[in-house]
């Protein structure tokens, strides 16, 4: 039967097809529907979302070592969090095959950085394959399974954003049992001490040799002959812009792209008057092919940073249909993102300026507020940063700021990795301020459940988990509670804070919007003769609301009746439905 | 005919507008008359009101998931500015299809940037006769203020060659069953303009 699937939901398929008894994957764009597509439709796997990419990995390997076949996924930046496991996972090797999934961001859609991790695949020295559809992405997920029993090591399957969200035309197949495997107790394979390690490592570089030959013979690497006065080397998603962009040429398109299939390459070179190679973001494959003495152009022609795109690789490559570059449309107003009306981030983020307080931030939907009107958040680095730069920042700024760091993160990110830094601010005294703004939720990535949710990804209750009870017990004494969106309330919470000395927590606790639609109420509206235009209700950012000459409006097909706007405006202009104007 | 042969449509609105459900249905379609397709959208930021397009591709056999500058055969725009935003990427001879309707961006609610008010003039200046429609009146004369993407699929149906039971059968298969009547009287009366 064909369909049409995304990469993700076809890696999904392909992994319920090659028997996989486990997944486990920390949200992340552009990889998170590869478990929700997992745990909404193969209820045969065990899934869970894990609390950090690590962890994720970690669970993965242990279930490998039980002999099932077992699956992690993440976001590139993850892989960043899980290659500690990672790199003495590639030693030990593998019991049931265990591919992780690294879902890389060119052009940083939803990321901050666009790091090329098909260099973690030559760093660990373990196989990757490129997926460049989503056939190949549900073939390619199932073979790495095998791949990986047969060589026995984890397998990298490098996808990025437009493999993972682009959706084609997907041949389903049937589930297949994994190999009969048992857990086998072997220190010597799975026992890392420096003794046993040093003999993993040369098993490693004898698998590189093998994997090196294999490269040579997989399907998946393959000359597509056409006219012979150019040929282009392609992987991934590269390839169909490179092939849409010269259909005439000659290819060789690479599936397996580590360890490199180096004879093929020469073959295809000798074959071809001039060759290139196409590669997103870093020069991977050019690099090696240089290093060999291979004559080659690539990142001498076509850019580093970005996605590449067809009119990209072809004017890069000097064959542009002449169409001019792009319009200069003059200055149009651009649409950023912007935090959601009725958001509880607004009402915190309002009490944090009001507080004049210096911001570290962190990764989640609350990074919008750095974008005006709000430009309340100062840094964002990666997962649970906010804590730790805090920590460092409190101990040389200068003046009255010094008692006015604050660390916000959310509850996702404070579990991913928040809680060993708030345990490094208790041990060495850090004057910061902690807010865990609890949204109830993994909200950035889609609502995705977490340990402080009580629910898992398979629709289990658990104990939420106790974010007041947690950060006591590592030794903060002064932890508060507080509803952001009652503004007084948490600008008297945020004041009391940042007065105590030593660090401090303030669980910012309301759900997001999409998580407890029961608090969708009526929308506001304005009574224009008694709005001044002061502006204060425009300068919270939300977009519901905008001013012209005479008052602030509220668009009521956007207000969710959150009444913070209500709150903070000095003339009471904002009719609340339901309650007497000037009551 | 342009060199790849496929029929490349763009869609471009603004997140919450339908354009992603939109996408599926028409890539659905595609599948469905025995076409290769491909569908690439950028979501994550959707949710949050930020700009979205949507990529649908078909005909014989599709490479590149997006669409190139200069390449589209039609235009699905959700509305003004974002439809002069990716003017762009119509073929010369491509049709846009248009919505008239306005949404600030938050540049604009929040009194950084006026928008603009010849949009619509820019926009007829640049496309080759775009095909302008109200389509949030007309999905709310529909029934749901939400199938402003059903018009303008509508608006699209007359220019493809998909049968109009094809189209019933995949706005069927993706809208909730009590929305469909709403949805099938928006994608009609799109069809008519």
């Not at chain 1, 026992?191 to 013979?217: C, D, G, N, Q, S």
Request: with cysteine.
């Amino acid at each position: 039967m064909k369909t049409i699937l995304s990469g993700n939901g076809a890696v999904a398929r392909g992994v319920y097809e090659a028997g996989v008894e486990v997944a486990a994957a920390y949200p992340g764009t552009p990889s998170t529907e590869i478990l929700e597509e997992i745990a909404a439709n193969y209820s045969e796997i065990y899934a869970e979302w894990s609390v950090n990419e690590k962890v994720a990995f970690e669970v993965a390997f242990g279930a490998s070592l039980g002999g099932k076949r077992a699956l992690a996924t993440m976001k590139h930046v993850g892989v960043n969090v899980a290659a500690d496991a990672l790199m003495t996972a590639a030693y030990t090797g593998v019991n049931g095959g265990m591919v992780l999934v690294s879902a890389d961001d060119p052009g940083m859609h939803s990321s901050q950085n666009e790091q090329d991790n098909r260099y973690f695949a030559r760093m660990a020295k373990i196989p990757m394959l490129e997926p460049s559809d989503s056939q190949e992405s549900k073939d390619f997920a199932a073979f790495g399974f095998e791949l990986s029993e047969r060589f026995d090591t984890p397998v990298m399957l490098r996808m990025t954003t437009r493999i993972c969200h682009g959706r084609s035309i997907v041949e389903l197949g049937e589930r297949k049992a994994g190999p009969e495997l048992t857990y086998k107790k072997n220190p010597q394979k799975y026992v890392m001490i420096p003794a046993y390690a040093r003999m993993r490592h040369e098993f490693v570089e004898k698998r590189r040799l093998e994997l090196e030959t294999f490269a040579e013979e997989f399907p998946g690497n393959r000359i597509e002959m056409g006219d012979p006065s150019i040929g282009i080397i392609s992987s991934g998603v590269a390839y169909q812009y490179a092939r849409e962009a010269f259909p005439e040429v000659s290819f060789l398109k690479l599936g397996f792209s580590n360890p490199l299939p180096l004879k093929l390459i020469r073959e295809f070179a000798g074959k071809v008057e001039k060759l290139y190679v196409v590669e997103e973001l870093e020069p991977f494959i050019e690099e090696q092919l240089r290093a060999v003495g291979l004559e080659v152009h690539g990142k001498d022609l076509l850019p580093r940073t970005g996605e590449l795109s067809p009119e990209i690789i072809r004017q890069s490559l000097g064959k542009g249909n002449g169409k001019p570059a792009a319009t200069d449309l003059g200055d149009l107003p651009r649409r950023p993102p912007v935090l959601c009306p009725g958001c509880p981030h607004r009402g915190l983020f309002h009490a944090l300026k009001k507080a004049r307080a210096t911001v570290t931030g962190d990764i989640g939907c609350y990074t919008l507020s750095a974008l005006p009107p709000l430009e309340m958040m100062d840094t964002c680095v990666c997962m649970g940063a906010s804590i730790g730069v805090a920590q460092g920042l409190v101990r040389t700024i200068g003046g009255r700021q010094k008692d006015r760091i604050v660390a916000v993160l959310g509850d996702s990110t404070f579990i991913h990795s928040g809680i060993p830094s708030l345990v490094n601010a208790v041990y060495n005294k850090a004057n910061i301020t902690v807010v865990i703004a609890d949204n109830r939720t993994t909200a950035m990535t889609g609502q995705q459940e977490n340990p402080g949710t009580g629910q898992t990804l398979q629709g289990e209750t658990v104990p939420e988990l106790d974010f007041e009870g947690l950060s006591r017990s590592i030794g903060v004494t002064h932890v508060t509670t507080v509803d952001p969106l009652e503004v007084e309330a948490c600008e008297k919470v945020i004041r009391e804070a940042l007065a105590h000395s030593g660090p401090s927590v303030v669980v910012a606790r309301r759900a997001c919007i999409f998580v407890d639609r029961d608090q969708w109420a009526a929308p506001l509206d304005v009574d224009s003769a008694a709005c001044d235009n002061c502006k204060r209700c425009i300068r919270i950012g939300c977009p519901a609301i905008s001013m012209d000459d005479v008052s602030a409006h509220v668009d009521q097909h956007l207000c969710l009746g959150c009444e913070l706007c209500a709150d903070i405006c000095p003339q009471d202009a904002f009719i609340i439905p339901g309650v007497k104007e000037n009551a | 005919m342009k060199a790849n042969g496929n029929t490349d449509i763009l869609l471009a609105g603004v997140g919450g507008q339908g354009i992603v459900l939109a996408s599926g249905i028409l890539a659905n379609i595609c599948l469905a008359a025995g076409y290769d397709v491909k569908q690439s959208e950028v979501h994550g930021m959707a949710q949050r009101g930020g700009s979205v397009t949507s990529h649908v591709r078909f005909g014989e056999k599709v490479n590149s998931p997006t669409i190139a500058q200069g390449e589209a055969d039609y235009m699905l725009g959700f509305e003004l500015l974002e439809s002069l935003r990716w003017t762009d990427f119509l073929a010369q001879d491509g049709i846009a299809i248009v919505n008239t309707q306005k949404i600030d961006p938050i540049t604009v609610s929040s009194g950084a940037m006026e928008y603009p008010d010849d949009l619509q003039e820019r926009i007829q200046a640049r496309c080759n006769q775009p095909v302008l429609m109200d389509a949030f009146t007309i999905a709310q004369e529909a029934g749901s203020a939400r199938a402003v993407n059903m018009a303008l699929l509508g608006g699209l149906s007359k220019h493809l060659d998909f049968p109009l039971e094809v189209w019933e059968k995949g706005i069927r298969n993706r809208v909730p069953p009590k929305t469909f009547d709403a949805n099938w009287t928006a994608f009609s009366a799109g069809r008519k303009l």
